[in-house]
């Protein structure tokens, strides 16, 4: 980041940005300065990326359907202590993993560290949840009945992860389902299976055994196959909202299959609304980190800058010189503040999207000439409701609202249908409680950044079509894996309570 912006020096953006943002990581060194630049020089040495050929959908979910029943019996506590040996490899492998973020994901150094960092703590935390609330309970009943509530394992769950979080998410939704007592085939982003192997393979090093967690590459006809099994109990996926809709109706297809449960977490159109009497550096800062941090490749990301009238052309000044101050470019160099688009394919489409409303652009950052450079872009728009697509890359909406229109202005955000983020920059305590109770979002963010939610304190996901619920990282998540199974013992009958072993036994 350079500091200081040639035509707007008094908006100099703090030199650390975008270094790595909040996460829990109880144990881990967070010395940000010192692995950043040891990481840097184990970055140049090129990750291998090949990865063995594993088994087919079928046969991998033959194989995991084969070891559930050893894996689901194994004890809870066994189960915890594996995600816990998984982050302690994790860490010990930080390098490595963080190598295959850059190469793979196209992460710059600081996002790599992120990512690393938050599969350790989804691991930790899991582990941490299951051993406090997955355990047998006891339920208050009428005298003479004993009522349990157990918590088991289902099945097999598929696990589809996108390329944006390619090891935190991925590792999320697989340590989540393992450690409630399920076997896991997973399918990586096809652009990112390597981080995935590895891992993988780290998972089975930290004493998961190989076939209750399968991994499976390829694309989405490969998806489409895993969600058409009817052997399978479950599907957690990240990703889309049509690839969501598409796998919704494959769970459905079938007449004789099971009910089973699927735990989206999609796309976002999330809004950022301004007053007047936001900090304007403030905002410059988060909407900088929030609309171009990842290159905009975020769910979680702002994609439409909501000024209030009065205040609009001043903040946007100040965006604009904030701006010049980022550097685009090769995600390996530290120096690197925003990095490439994931691919061709999805640099196609920004910049075809971008040409398509180029009269309407009201800055845009310089980028390298070679790459898959989109440039960081501000585009103004007629009316918020101009804009209905989420475009996944960094460019940033900008429309206006007249004071005295918070409140409809929030209900035109809620009717667009998506619900992930939101944020809200003002000093006014009323202002921040209405928006609290009217946003239809599953994450608000008030007076900072809109992305970089941290397991166990922001658990993240949405509602409509960002998603269906429970947050990953919360405290609901694991018992959407599992079986949720009531018995009932009358103890008054035949035997009584002398046959009856108690939960302690169990
Ligand atoms: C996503 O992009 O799929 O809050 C999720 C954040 C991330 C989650 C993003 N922890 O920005």
Redesign the pocket.
């Known amino acids: 980041m350079a500091v200081g912006g040639t035509r707007h020096p008094a908006i100099a953006l703090p030199a650390d940005l975008f270094q790595p943002?909040r996460v829990n990581s109880q144990g881990v060194d967070l010395d940000d300065a010192a692995v950043l630049a040891a990481t840097a020089t184990e970055i140049a040495i090129p990750a291998k990326l090949a990865i063995a050929a594993g088994p087919g959908p079928q046969e991998a979910v033959s194989r995991a359907l084969a070891a559930y029943p050893a894996w689901s019996s194994t004890s809870l506590y066994t189960r915890a202590e594996c995600l816990d040996r998984l982050a302690d490899l994790l860490e010990e492998n930080r390098g490595k993993l963080m190598a295959l973020a850059v190469q793979e994901a196209k992460k710059t150094i600081p996002d790599a560290l992120s990512e690393v960092r938050?599969a350790i703590d989804f691991c930790r935390y899991y582990s941490a949840r299951a051993i406090a609330d997955l355990v047998p309970v006891e339920l208050p009943g009428p005298t003479g009945e004993r009522n349990v509530l157990r918590h088991e394992g289902r099945g097999v769950w598929v696990a589809i992860a996108?390329w944006?979080?390619p090891l935190?998410?991925f590792l999320g939704q697989v340590a989540a389902a393992l450690v409630a007592g399920n076997a896991v085939v997973a399918k990586p982003a096809p652009q990112t299976p390597a981080i995935a192997a590895f891992a993988v393979s780290l998972a089975h090093q930290a004493g998961v055994p190989a076939d209750a967690l399968q991994l499976v590459t390829g694309a989405g006809d490969v998806g489409a196959q895993l969600t058409s099994d009817t052997r399978i109990c479950g599907v957690v996926f990240?990703g889309s909202v049509p690839t969501a809709k598409a796998i919704a109706r494959n769970l459905l297809l079938d007449d004789a299959r099971p009910l089973v449960p699927l735990i989206a977490?999609t796309g976002g159109l999330n809004a950022m609304i301004v007053d007047s009497t936001a900090l304007s550096e403030q905002v410059v800062r988060d909407v900088i980190i929030s609309g171009f941090q990842?290159a905009g490749?975020?769910?979680?990301?702002l994609r439409l800058l909501l000024l209030q009238e009065d205040i609009a052309d001043h903040t946007l000044e100040m965006l604009r010189g904030a701006m010049d101050c980022l550097n685009v470019g090769d995600p390996s160099d530290p120096a690197t503040d925003i990095g490439p688009v994931i691919d061709q394919a999805s640099y196609d489409k920004l910049m075809a999207y971008r040409q398509s409303v180029k009269d309407r652009i009201f800055h845009s950052v310089a980028v390298p000439a070679k790459g898959l450079f989109v440039p960081p872009t501000v585009i103004r728009l007629n009316d918020l409701d101009q804009l209905q697509n989420e475009w996944f890359g960094p460019l940033v909406h900008v429309a206006t609202w007249k004071a005295g229109t918070l409140d409809a202005t929030v209900q035109r955000v809620n009717a667009k249908g998506f619900g992930l983020?939101m944020g809200l920059h003002s000093r006014i305590a009323r202002s921040s409680e209405a928006v609290e109770q009217m946003a239809r979002v599953g994450?608000l963010y008030i007076n900072r950044s809109?992305?970089?939610?941290?397991?166990g304190s922001?658990p993240?996901g949405g509602e409509g079509l960002s998603g269906t619920g429970p947050k990953?990282?919360g405290p609901h998540y694991l018992y959407r894996f599992c079986a949720e199974r009531t018995t009932s013992t009358d103890t008054t009958s035949a035997g009584g309570n002398a046959s009856l072993l108690s939960l302690e036994d169990e």
């Open positions: 943002e938050e996108p944006n979080f935190a998410i990240t977490e990842s490749q975020r769910c979680s990301a983020t994450n809109m992305i970089g939610a941290v397991v922001q993240f990953a990282g």
